[in-house]
Antibody
Framework: ELQLVESGGGLVQPGGSLRLSCAASGFTFISYRMNWVRQAPGKGLEWVSYMTSSSSNIDYADSVKGRFTISRDNAKNSLYLQMNSLRDEDTAVYYC??????????????WGQGTLVTVSS | AIQMTQSPSSLSASVGDRVTITCRASQGIRNDLGWYQQTPGKTPKLLIYTASTLQSGVPSRFSGSGSGTDFTLTISSLQPEDFATYYCLQTYNYPRTFGQGTKVEIK
């Protein structure tokens, strides 16, 4: 069974840091581009970052650029998000999302259950 | 960044109603669009990809159409389990962008 399990969320003060992890299983992790998507309480979905399967390409939303760093360890089937200089507005549930190719188009096809990050003093 | 304008932001409907949600892209995105359903406290679920292809296991009352800049999600006969929030997502380029969401509520 395909699974994406996030961990590492919690309460952190503004300006603090947190590292999220996503453990993947049930599929060939090294073959897929991976993403982080977040959802602030009561709000919509916001794409945060992606990394290609070989780690050769990375991108970030402007709202997190320079503060967040995405990485992966294909040997451990894991995706990470290092979050520094956290702000109140980073409070959200963070989802790990697999991106696959269907008929030459990218699709966010599997989502983890999410991990809650709360930034508050 | 490509803006995805989704409408309406909310709607009230009854079981059995036909419901239509639209998404407009600020530039052409071919058919690189997906539709997602999210019920409260749950993870988003893929319904439609490449604008019109039904994901495996999704009921046939859901359908999608469109290409370029204008897209539509239709629920042909609303069921109780369909009351949820729906999002479109463009995967044409980065940054990936979602529509603002459409909350479908019980009338």
């Amino acid at each position: 069974e395909l699974q994406l399990v996030e961990s590492g969320g919690g309460l952190v003060q503004p300006g603090g840091s947190l590292r999220l992890s996503c453990a993947a299983s049930g599929f060939t992790f090294i073959s897929y581009r991976m993403n982080w998507v977040r959802q602030a309480p009561g709000k919509g979905l916001e794409w945060v970052s992606y990394m290609t399967s070989s780690s050769s390409n990375i991108d970030y939303a402007d709202s997190v650029k320079g503060r967040f760093t995405i990485s992966r360890d294909n040997a451990k089937n894991s995706l990470y998000l290092q979050m520094n200089s956290l702000r109140d507005e980073d409070t959200a549930v963070y989802y790990c999302v697999r991106e696959a190719y269907y008929y030459d188009s990218s699709v966010f096809d599997y989502w983890g259950q999410g991990t809650l990050v709360t930034v508050s003093s | 960044a490509i803006q995805m304008t989704q409408s309406p932001s909310s709607l009230s409907a009854s079981v059995g109603d036909r419901v239509t949600i639209t998404c407009r892209a600020s530039q052409g995105i071919r058919n690189d669009l997906g539709w997602y359903q999210q019920t409260p406290g749950k993870t988003p679920k893929l319904l439609i990809y490449t604008a019109s292809t039904l994901q495996s296991g999704v009921p046939s009352r859901f359908s999608g159409s469109g290409s370029g800049t204008d897209f539509t999600l239709t629920i042909s006969s609303l069921q109780p389990e369909d009351f949820a929030t729906y999002y479109c997502l463009q995967t044409y380029n980065y940054p990936r962008t979602f529509g603002q969401g459409t909350k479908v509520e019980i009338k």
